[in-house]
């Protein structure tokens, strides 16, 4: 079980994203108001704040947003998590892993600064599948991972 740590959205792409404290998901859409919402498979993104420390630790001055995460997470492992797996935001919303990092075409401002950035390997990014409000303090919940296939040998 983990929690919601930041809501946050942006007007356009390619820049960070600020905390609104609190928002909607859109089945089949996106976080409301977020620029990056749309009919595809990275509707929402999703960032954990222990990623975000490894980047504070190097001494960077960065916080939930700013690498344009929708969501900053706490308490559980979402890199970690297979594709497929369905996640229970808030009471209401529910969204399925659809794609862990991402390639970064060009080099955002924070790996100018520090020479990384977690995201292209840390992000993940989830379908809508139910909408619903939520907001910072909300529980993350994993509520469905996939099955593995069995072969016979």
């Known amino acids: 079980m983990g929690r919601i ?7 356009n792409t390619g820049e960070r994203k600020k905390n609104i404290g609190r928002g909607t998901l859109i089945a089949g859409h ?12 990275r509707q929402v993104s999703l960032l954990a704040i222990e990623s975000i420390r490894k980047m504070q630790n190097k001494g960077l001055d960065v916080g939930p947003g700013d690498f344009a ?11 970690a998590l297979p594709l497929g797996t369905k996640l229970r935001l808030g009471k209401e919303a529910i969204g399925e892993v659809t794609q862990i990092g991402k390639e970064c075409h060009s080099r955002c401002a924070i790996y100018h600064q520090a020479g990384d950035c977690v995201m292209p ?19 993350i919940e994993i509520i469905e991972t996939p099955q593995k296939e069995v072969t016979e040998k």
Do not use: K, M, Y
């Open 5 to 11: 740590v930041a809501v946050c959205t942006s007007r």
């Open 30 to 41: 996106g976080l409301e108001g977020d620029a990056h919402a749309g009919p595809w498979h």
């Open 69 to 79: 995460e929708n969501i900053t997470t706490e308490g559980i492992e979402i890199a």
């Open 121 to 139: 390997r840390e992000g993940v990014f989830i379908r809508v599948l139910q909408g619903g409000p939520i907001e910072v303090g909300d529980e």
